[in-house]
């Protein structure tokens, strides 16, 4: 019998090597999968307790709590800022053309023709003749007279209304094609409150005596031929005016020079009675009546010139204007510059400082310079264009005139109308 060894035993898990490894395999990536967690976590909070401890040691740091709002200034750039272009409205046609005509005012060279010179056939023709003939570019005409009378045919129901036409009244539109024809341009000029006619044979229309409705107010005696006025109150006497205004317009005229629209002149002034607002707002009726007539006539393409006496313009009248006509809101004026009818003296203190002239009407050049500046002065921010009438009679022909245009031009006034009741230049 053979002698045998030990027995020697296996352990099978000692020899199962595929078992054992896995086993490890699956250990080792449990570990690295927790310690990526952890890692990432720490990572993550890292920043959050940093901020937080270094906000409790420096407390004054990290004030800014909105984490889309910087506190930091922001850079000062050298470039210059831009500014977006505003955008401005064009003028439009009628501001255009309204601001032509008044600039076509500066070109004025013009002479006066009075009333019977217009209708008369002859007299009218033989005055172009002469205009022309003289350099003239202008003609200023009249075509209602203070007392109410109209010069020219009319078929217009509003105007006839106070019977106003003479028997000789002419053909408008053949006067006025002939005037510029010639070359001339024509502006005609009409008379407003002053008008006895009006007054007399339109109701409500008129200035009372003290309140009496029925009573009309006269400036003068009757024996002495006071007549009566328009009430500038009266809407029935504005619309009457607005009428006759846009009746001659529609002839195609470019202009037209509106005088007397004032409060009466005369005597007895105490008297008469307009309404409530003449005691205490006359130059407020006036300018209210004024700036409805512009708007009616810029309508029809056709600048209003609004005419009264350069002494009230210096100064001033209360009773016809209640304060400066200039203040009236109508932005071209005509002047009535004759020395012959300034007071005497003359004096301009109260305005332009200068000093008193005894004599106007023999000094034409002083005169006019004087009274002048102080227009100028009173009309400043409120006049746009000046158009001064000139004296042309008592000896004022050619020399006077040429003083007076010489005053004009050292007031950079470079318009005139030569003025003569009897139409002689």
């Given at each position: 019998?053979?002698?045998?060894?030990?027995?020697?035993?296996?352990?099978?898990?000692?020899?199962?090597?595929?078992?054992?490894?896995?086993?490890?395999?699956?250990?080792?990536?449990?570990?690295?999968?927790?310690?990526?967690?952890?890692?990432?976590?720490?990572?993550?909070?890292?920043?959050?307790?940093?901020?937080?401890?270094?906000?409790?040691?420096?407390?004054?740091?990290?004030?800014?709590?909105?984490?889309?709002?910087?506190?930091?200034?922001?850079?000062?750039?050298?470039?210059?800022?831009?500014?977006?272009?505003?955008?401005?409205?064009?003028?439009?046609?009628?501001?255009?053309?309204?601001?032509?005509?008044?600039?076509?005012?500066?070109?004025?060279?013009?002479?006066?023709?009075?009333?019977?010179?217009?209708?008369?056939?002859?007299?009218?023709?033989?005055?172009?003749?002469?205009?022309?003939?003289?350099?003239?570019?202008?003609?200023?005409?009249?075509?209602?007279?203070?007392?109410?009378?109209?010069?020219?045919?009319?078929?217009?129901?509003?105007?006839?209304?106070?019977?106003?036409?003479?028997?000789?009244?002419?053909?408008?539109?053949?006067?006025?094609?002939?005037?510029?024809?010639?070359?001339?341009?024509?502006?005609?000029?009409?008379?407003?409150?002053?008008?006895?006619?009006?007054?007399?044979?339109?109701?409500?229309?008129?200035?009372?005596?003290?309140?009496?409705?029925?009573?009309?107010?006269?400036?003068?005696?009757?024996?002495?031929?006071?007549?009566?006025?328009?009430?500038?109150?009266?809407?029935?006497?504005?619309?009457?005016?607005?009428?006759?205004?846009?009746?001659?317009?529609?002839?195609?005229?470019?202009?037209?020079?509106?005088?007397?629209?004032?409060?009466?002149?005369?005597?007895?002034?105490?008297?008469?009675?307009?309404?409530?607002?003449?005691?205490?707002?006359?130059?407020?009726?006036?300018?209210?009546?004024?700036?409805?007539?512009?708007?009616?006539?810029?309508?029809?393409?056709?600048?209003?010139?609004?005419?009264?006496?350069?002494t009230a313009q210096m100064n001033?009248?209360?009773?016809?204007?209640?304060?400066?006509?200039?203040?009236?809101?109508?932005?071209?004026?005509?002047?009535?510059?004759?020395?012959?009818?300034?007071?005497?003296?003359?004096?301009?203190?109260?305005?332009?400082?200068?000093?008193?002239?005894?004599?106007?009407?023999?000094?034409?050049?002083?005169?006019?310079?004087?009274?002048?500046?102080?227009i100028k002065k009173a009309g400043?921010?409120?006049?746009?264009?000046?158009?001064?009438?000139?004296?042309?009679?008592?000896?004022?022909?050619?020399?006077?005139?040429?003083?007076?245009?010489?005053?004009?031009?050292?007031?950079?006034?470079?318009?005139?109308?030569?003025?003569?009741?009897?139409?002689?230049?």
């Amino acid at each position: 019998m053979t002698n045998k060894g030990p027995k020697i035993k296996r352990y099978k898990s000692i020899y199962d090597d595929s078992a054992q490894k896995r086993k490890r395999m699956g250990s080792a990536v449990a570990i690295t999968l927790i310690c990526a967690v952890f890692l990432f976590v720490g990572y993550s909070l890292s920043g959050v307790w940093s901020e937080f401890i270094d906000t409790v040691i420096n407390p004054a740091k990290n004030t800014v709590s909105d984490p889309y709002v910087s506190s930091e200034l922001p850079a000062v750039s050298d470039e210059p800022a831009i500014t977006p272009p505003v955008e401005v409205e064009a003028p439009s046609e009628e501001e255009l053309q309204k601001a032509e005509r008044e600039e076509k005012i500066k070109t004025f060279k013009g002479v006066f023709m009075p009333a019977n010179t217009f209708y008369d056939d002859t007299a009218f023709s033989l005055f172009l003749q002469n205009a022309r003939a003289k350099g003239y570019n202008t003609i200023v005409f009249e075509l209602k007279d203070g007392t109410g009378h109209l010069y020219y045919k009319t078929d217009s129901k509003a105007v006839l209304a106070a019977q106003p036409l003479i028997n000789e009244a002419a053909d408008l539109a053949a006067r006025t094609n002939a005037m510029k024809e010639a070359g001339f341009i024509a502006v005609p000029k009409i008379h407003a409150f002053q008008d006895n006619l009006a007054s007399k044979n339109i109701p409500n229309s008129y200035a009372m005596y003290m309140s009496l409705g029925e009573t009309r107010w006269i400036d003068n005696s009757v024996d002495k031929g006071g007549r009566s006025w328009l009430n500038p109150e009266s809407e029935v006497a504005q619309n009457y005016i607005t009428n006759i205004c846009t009746d001659i317009v529609s002839y195609g005229f470019e202009y037209i020079i509106v005088d007397s629209l004032q409060y009466p002149s005369g005597l007895a002034l105490d008297k008469a009675f307009f309404g409530e607002r003449s005691i205490t707002d006359r130059i407020g009726v006036l300018s209210d009546y004024a700036e409805k007539l512009e708007q009616a006539l810029l309508g029809k393409n056709c600048t209003l010139i609004l005419m009264s006496t350069a002494t009230a313009q210096m100064n001033g009248n209360a009773d016809y204007y209640g304060g400066n006509p200039l203040n009236i809101p109508v932005e071209n004026v005509a002047s009535s510059i004759l020395p012959a009818y300034f007071p005497q003296p003359l004096s301009a203190a109260g305005n332009s400082g200068g000093e008193e002239i005894a004599n106007p009407s023999d000094k034409p050049y002083e005169s006019t310079k004087t009274v002048v500046s102080a227009i100028k002065k009173a009309g400043a921010g409120n006049v746009h264009e000046i158009l001064p009438f000139i004296q042309y009679f008592d000896g004022y022909q050619e020399k006077g005139a040429d003083e007076q245009i010489r005053a004009l031009e050292e007031n950079e006034i470079s318009c005139y109308v030569l003025y003569n009741t009897e139409g002689i230049y």
